[in-house]
């Protein structure tokens, strides 16, 4: 008999939420006990109509299914609103993004059976769908390293006492950035394992602007809070890319130096410190742009946010070096 499971989704009600439960409703294989979608939305709409849209894809899962609202503060507290009201020994975290395969039930519970008693976790497998016809832009071929990241929650399954165990998400996480990677290395702290499953889930590339990767910068103030509660060496712990932070402080040091120089009446020196930012500019807007479809749009979108990803990204990066300065490490709260 496979172990029972329930299935939380956050979401934001997004037009991708009914692809997303649509695919779960057709999955073949050990129903979940309990689906929860833990509504997000600060401000919920008055218009039920998307998400009971939503809702009627599920079928007979539909009566298994509850709507818990979480406030609109973030995916990790949404993700604790979820699986604090389940009865199951698993929870199956999915992205309301994402379209479990056609066997997806069926390969979960074996996962599960599967579980020795130490592991907490087990990982299902993200492939990213990626346009044949042509190179991928900057946004897709940033969605499709999610491919080979460690513990994310797009589809990640953990066992309900090592939530409890470990306090589940920290909800100091407020975006969809870091929250499973130190969830996993405090349930790995804990003595628990985590291993590789078999089930494959698609993550399609969502539409967005071409201001998407400047938002993203937001995550910087996340690896803040990363350091403080893991140490400065989490980036290894995670076997996270360590990303161009340094180089991006580098950059905007030469930026605001050139400025503060021109000012002071220094214009050789400031020239200098100017040449200095716009080398690591060009360099930094080479590599999104070589390996891209190199249109008109995308040239110009990489030159743009290439200009400003880097002081984008000190701000935040000090921001959340800051605001979270009074963080006691993991080990030191650990129960």
């Not at 993700?79 to 929870?91: L, S």
């Not at 990640?156 to 950035?177: C, I, N, P, S, W």
């Not at 030469?254 to 100017?274: D, E, M, N, P």
Request: some cysteine.
């Amino acid at each position: 008999m496979s172990p029972a499971y329930a299935v939380v989704v956050p979401t934001l009600v997004r037009d991708t939420l009914a692809d997303c439960l649509a695919a779960l409703a057709a999955a073949t294989g050990p129903r979940p006990d309990e689906i929860v979608l833990v509504d997000d939305r600060p401000d919920p709409d008055p218009d039920p109509g998307p998400l009971e849209h939503a809702l009627s894809v599920l079928g007979d899962l539909r009566e298994r299914t509850t709507v818990v609202a979480s406030g609109g503060r973030g995916p990790a507290a949404a993700r604790n609103t979820g699986w604090r009201a389940v009865m199951t020994p698993w929870v199956a975290f999915l992205d309301d993004d994402v379209q479990v395969g056609p066997h997806w039930c069926e390969q979960l519970a074996q996962d599960l059976a599967d579980a020795s008693p130490d592991t907490a976790g087990v990982q299902g497998t993200i492939a990213v769908p990626l346009p044949g016809e042509r190179r991928p832009t900057d946004w897709e071929r940033g969605t499709a390293g999610l491919a080979g990241a460690r513990w994310i929650t797009a589809d990640m399954a953990y066992r309900t006492v090592a939530l409890k165990q470990v306090a589940g998400f920290d909800e100091r996480f407020r975006h969809a950035f870091r929250e499973d990677a130190d969830l996993a290395l405090r349930v790995l702290d804990a003595g628990w394992r985590i291993r590789q499953g078999r089930r494959t889930t698609r993550h399609p590339v969502r539409p967005a602007d071409r201001w998407v990767s400047l938002r993203a910068q937001r995550g910087n103030a996340d690896d803040a809070l990363m350091r403080y509660l893991h140490g400065p060496d989490w980036w290894h712990k995670a076997a996270a890319p360590r990303g161009r932070l340094r180089t991006h402080l580098a950059v905007t040091a030469f930026g605001a130096c050139a400025c503060a120089l021109a000012v002071a009446g220094r214009r050789r020196a400031a020239a200098t410190a100017a040449l200095g930012w716009a080398a690591g500019t060009a360099e930094f807007a080479w590599t999104r742009v070589a390996p891209g479809p190199r249109t008109r749009h995308e040239v110009t979108t990489m030159l743009l946010t290439s200009a400003l990803i880097p002081p984008a990204a000190t701000w935040h990066w000090l921001n959340g070096l800051r605001r979270h300065r009074d963080v006691p490490s993991w080990s030191e709260v650990a129960p």
